[in-house]
């Protein structure tokens, strides 16, 4: 299952039946779960740990140091959950000392090749982060949210569950639950309506999902009003709770 190229250091925690390609190295403190592939010319470095069934493909560099300037040797780490897709030529880099300490990356996430994730993202679950897609350091991408090929995503920009980027979309700020942009900086094109069927949304969700969308961005009124409405709709749903939760803690503000 090992490749004889392979360099594997002694103090990594590997699961018997992890396979490991041509080339690849694996280094110290880095733990491995069951069912994981690791292609060939990959590195991993530690301290990271690599949860079950993941697939790394060739070329990836995973856990290697944060490009801050700021870190100086601390044993930050990175955490990778289960039945992950990464592909060819990714960068996945540790956290830093500065922050938690952690980069992670939860479970059933496809992540496209040539992506960059910096140090201590937050990937959650059942994302796609398509070709090309590169998240500055502290982002966030929430469950289900799709980034577009060649996707620049700024500092500490949260990325709300359900939402979509089109490709060499630029966001410089949040992009709230189920909406849709587009652009450079990026704009509001609407809800991501399909995919909100697919992940079977009711159609009396969707509504409701609408309606919030417009006082947002069609009222001609300030957040906080439209806050106020979304609070007032009868009955709001909890996907609207959702929405109306994440703009009001929002740190950057929201793509507007």
Do not use: W
């Amino acid at each position: 299952m090992i490749h004889s190229s392979a360099i594997i250091d002694p103090a990594a925690r590997i699961a018997d039946d992890v396979t490991v390609g041509p080339f690849s190295i694996v280094g110290p403190d880095v733990e491995i779960g069951r069912g994981s592939v690791i292609g060939s010319h990959v590195v991993v470095k530690g301290p990271t740990t690599i949860g079950e069934n993941n697939q790394i493909f060739q070329f990836a560099s995973v856990g290697e140091d944060p490009q801050d300037k700021k870190y100086q040797g601390e044993a930050t780490h990175l955490e990778i959950g289960d039945n992950n897709v990464i592909r060819e030529g990714c960068t996945l880099n540790r956290g830093t000392a500065q922050d938690r300490g952690v980069t992670s990356i939860g479970n059933g996430n496809l992540i496209m090749a040539y992506v960059h994730i910096a140090h201590d993202c937050v990937i959650k679950n059942s994302t796609i982060l398509a070709n090309n897609v590169a998240l500055a350091g502290h982002v966030t991408v929430e469950d289900f949210a799709i980034l577009g090929g060649y996707t620049l995503v700024h500092q500490f920009c949260v990325i709300g569950p359900h939402a979509f980027t089109a490709m060499g979309s630029v966001l410089p700020k949040d992009v709230p639950p189920y909406v849709l942009v587009s652009g450079h900086m990026a704009k509001p094109f609407g809800l991501n309506i399909e995919g909100l069927k697919r992940r079977d949304f009711s159609s009396e969700t969707i509504r409701d999902l609408r309606r919030a969308y417009k006082l947002i961005y069609k009222a001609g009124i300030t957040i906080e009003q439209a806050l106020q409405q979304i609070r007032d709709l009868n009955p709001a749903s909890d996907e609207v709770a959702v929405l109306a939760d994440f703009i009001e803690k929002s740190q950057r503000g929201i793509v507007r």
